[in-house]
């Protein structure tokens, strides 16, 4: 009974882990824009229904499959849904988005409320649009590594084994590499000083020549194109319809509250927390009270920790 339940914690945990990676990479892209832009955008999680959509497109319509088949082709019909939507995002600001934010709201608090607005009804644009173009049934990514695992063990004589699934495995290692990336270029590129730049003093940025706008665009548009990717990387493991970003945009806040708000690599950890609690929460409680158990463990930490696990980061920012 005691390796019964040591395998099933131990099983339930790596699939927490594999899933957090994914959600941990939605949360950054949303901590992204917030961090950088200080814009609430409730599209995002429709955002990356489109992502789940180009993905799906990519691999079935365009030509992915036949090139790298149906084992490698889902991942790179992923990964290429992220250029996408950097250039769907990077429009959204010029036309839409930059019209409430940056230079044009100077007063603190000012345009906040058009912010919400707006982006609400960009978030309900997009899933009329996306129910009239893509219908309401729903459609996956189909790989064949979803139905097959590598054994991790046995662990404990010969009682506890851990089976990873691959298609899991592989999403959660693209998820690592585009944050790995993200964080390079953040930290060491001009274009990351840019963008840091314009969220510390977007006053001082300008003063010293950069143009703070066009870094706002390019942090939106890099928003949009990393949430594209993590529901591109979904898309292999979770059907989906036009109305899937409603139960993914709440785990998006709440990774990027909990990781800490400002703060561009802790949402990585909130969603890789959000994704353990979720999965974990399957050995005590049914399926439909797996959010209730998130929120539980939200509120705890967040009662404990009022900034976040990088809340002191998230205040330097």
Excluded at 123 to 144: D, K, N, Y
């Amino acid at each position: 009974m005691t390796a019964q339940m040591a395998e099933n914690f131990l099983q339930a945990a790596a699939a927490g882990l594999l899933v957090g990676a994914i959600y941990g990479l939605m949360c950054v892209g949303l901590a992204l824009i917030f961090g950088v832009m200080r814009v609430i955008n409730f599209a995002q999680g429709d955002i990356m229904m489109l992502g789940m959509y180009a993905a799906y497109f990519f691999f079935a319509a365009f030509g992915v499959r036949a090139v790298f088949g149906s084992m490698l082709g889902p991942y790179i019909a992923a990964v290429l849904a992220g250029p996408v939507l950097f250039c769907a995002g990077y429009v959204i600001h010029k036309l839409l988005v930059g019209r409430v934010s940056g230079t044009r709201a100077q007063v603190e608090g000012d345009g906040h409320f058009a912010q919400l607005i707006l982006t609400l009804g960009i978030s309900l644009i997009i899933q009329s649009a996306g129910l009239i173009a893509f219908g309401s049934i729903l459609v996956s990514v189909r790989t064949p590594l979803s139905v097959s695992a590598w054994e991790l063990g046995p662990l404990w004589g010969d009682l506890v084994s851990v089976f990873v699934n691959k298609a899991r495995a592989l999403a959660a290692l693209i998820s690592i590499g585009t944050i790995v990336v993200l964080a390079l270029m953040i930290g060491r590129s001009r274009l990351g000083k840019s963008l840091r730049a314009a969220a510390d003093n977007p006053e001082a940025a300008t003063y010293m020549g950069i143009d703070v706008d066009q870094a706002h665009r390019i942090a939106f548009a890099l928003g949009c194109g990393i949430t594209a990717i993590a529901g591109g990387l979904l898309a292999t493991n979770y059907p989906f319809n036009p109305f899937v970003g409603l139960d993914y945009v709440i785990i998006m806040y709440a990774g990027v509250v909990l990781g800490g708000l400002g703060s561009i690599i802790g949402p990585f950890w909130g969603g890789m927390t959000i994704g353990l609690v979720q999965q974990l929460s399957t050995l005590m409680l049914p399926t439909q009270l797996q959010n209730t158990a998130i929120f539980v463990v939200f509120l705890l930490i967040i009662f404990l920790m009022p900034q976040g696990f990088f809340g002191r980061s998230a205040e330097r920012t």
